[in-house]
């Protein structure tokens, strides 16, 4: 046991010690640590340890900057498809899959198989929507005679080409959509159940018709030419994109059963009928599995494939039993190439959820 002068020195020692420790425990009050908008008193942050090992904190988990798609969108005369920060332009491969997503695959049929677009022609119509090109500052405006929806409707002053091509094309078939894009304005004009002229009555008539710019993000408050809202032009798989090998965007569909609950972003309107919960509701993204084989696709199937990875699929309307793609009407399509895309079904398919990308419920835009 020291005594005397030797116990006095180490004490010394041992209290030049401790106060050696604490002065390295001490927040620097300059550098980093100051100034506006420092984080103050970090001593009352941090309590004292009573080991000098330093915790071990896990790094914040990385996030993404922007869900924008970093290749543009095909334009279309002249004019954008909506702007690139537009949901429809969005990268969805790091969106979370929703916890219901099994559910929701299953209540909407995980045995429904995508319809492919085709050039074949039956009964004298072809599936899809074809775009007619117009020029307002050669062809005036008319206004339409609206019907069952003329409330929702803009019924004035819609530049139509002589001999418009509507749904159904070289017949007139199915919902009678028709799509009219004015390349001086890039608005676009978008019909339900449309009436031509005819020798009983001379003037169009539609059950709907309404406006769409597409330079905006808006979304438009009294609904579209389809049931959830949103233009048909967004959604379009048109035969260039796919020719050009790339088809940069979001693709609409249609499905059997939708829910009878509200839309979800970015739709905001619905025609949904099922009572069942787990039915998908109107505007739900769906993405194809990153582990399904492409292999043995043909050219365009794989590049369609690639973009429902990419970028997805979204819920645009109620339509016949299997998975329905918003189509061009053009007699390119490869049917044979196409015809692969058969082996794909809704169980490849998982929901995601997109509200890390959302801005707004009342606008298209994505951060």
């Known amino acids: 046991m020291l005594t005397g002068p030797d116990r006095s020195a180490l004490q010394l020692l041992a209290m030049a010690a401790v106060v050696a420790l604490a002065g390295a425990?001490?927040?620097?009050?300059?550098?980093?640590?100051?100034?506006?908008?420092?984080?103050?008193?970090?001593?009352?942050?941090?309590?004292?340890?009573?080991t000098t090992t330093i915790p071990e904190v896990d790094p914040p988990s990385p996030t993404r900057s922007t869900y924008v798609a970093e290749a543009s969108r095909l334009g279309l005369a002249g004019c954008p498809v909506f702007p690139d920060n537009n949901v429809f332009h969005s990268d969805i491969t790091d969106l979370?899959?929703?916890?219901?997503?099994?559910?929701?695959?299953?209540?909407?049929?995980?045995?429904?198989?995508?319809?492919?677009?085709?050039?074949?022609?039956w009964e004298g119509s072809r599936p899809g929507l074809p775009v007619n090109l117009v020029d307002s500052r050669t062809t005036?405006?008319?206004?339409?005679v609206g019907g069952t929806y003329s409330y929702l409707s803009d019924l004035e002053d819609h530049p139509i080409p002589d001999s418009p091509r509507i749904e159904g094309y070289p017949g007139m078939a199915w919902d009678r959509h028709m799509l009219v894009l004015d390349t001086a304005t890039c608005v676009t004009s978008e019909f339900f159940f449309v009436t031509p002229p005819n020798p009983w009555f001379d003037r169009w008539?539609?059950?709907?018709?309404?406006?769409?710019?597409?330079?905006?993000?808006?979304?438009?408050?009294?609904?579209?030419?389809?049931?959830?809202?949103?233009?048909?032009?967004?959604?379009?798989?048109?035969?260039?994109?796919?020719?050009?090998?790339?088809?940069?965007?979001?693709?609409?569909?249609?499905?059997?059963?939708?829910?009878?609950?509200?839309?979800?972003w970015p739709?905001?309107?619905?025609?949904?009928?099922?009572?069942?919960?787990?039915?998908?509701?109107?505007?739900?993204?769906?993405?194809?599995?990153?582990?399904?084989?492409?292999?043995?696709?043909?050219?365009?199937?794989?590049?369609?494939?690639e973009a429902m990875q990419t970028h997805g699929l979204v819920v645009g309307d109620t339509g016949p039993d299997w998975i329905n793609l918003a189509v061009e009407n053009h007699s390119g399509w490869d049917d044979l190439d196409l015809s692969g895309m058969s082996g794909i079904s809704l169980a490849d398919f998982e929901v995601v959820d997109p509200e890390a990308m959302k801005v707004s419920d009342h606008s298209y835009e994505i951060r």
Not at 27 to 45: E, F, L, M
Not at 270 to 295: F, N, Q
């Open 140 to 144: 005036p405006g008319v206004d339409v």
């Open 25 to 50: 425990c001490t927040p620097s009050q300059s550098g980093r640590d100051s100034g506006p908008g420092a984080v103050g008193n970090r001593a009352a942050a941090w309590s004292v340890q009573e």
């Open 205 to 264: 008539t539609a059950s709907g018709a309404v406006k769409m710019d597409l330079r905006g993000n808006a979304i438009r408050a009294r609904g579209s030419a389809n049931a959830a809202g949103m233009s048909l032009l967004a959604g379009m798989l048109r035969y260039d994109e796919v020719a050009s090998g790339q088809v940069n965007h979001m693709i609409g569909i249609s499905l059997p059963d939708i829910s009878e609950l509200g839309p979800v």
């Open 96 to 121: 979370p899959v929703r916890e219901s997503s099994d559910d929701t695959i299953s209540a909407a049929g995980a045995e429904l198989t995508l319809r492919a677009p085709t050039s074949f022609v």
């Open 267 to 305: 739709a905001s309107r619905t025609d949904g009928r099922s009572a069942d919960p787990h039915t998908p509701r109107m505007g739900t993204i769906l993405r194809l599995k990153p582990t399904v084989d492409l292999s043995g696709l043909g050219q365009h199937s794989r590049v369609i494939a």
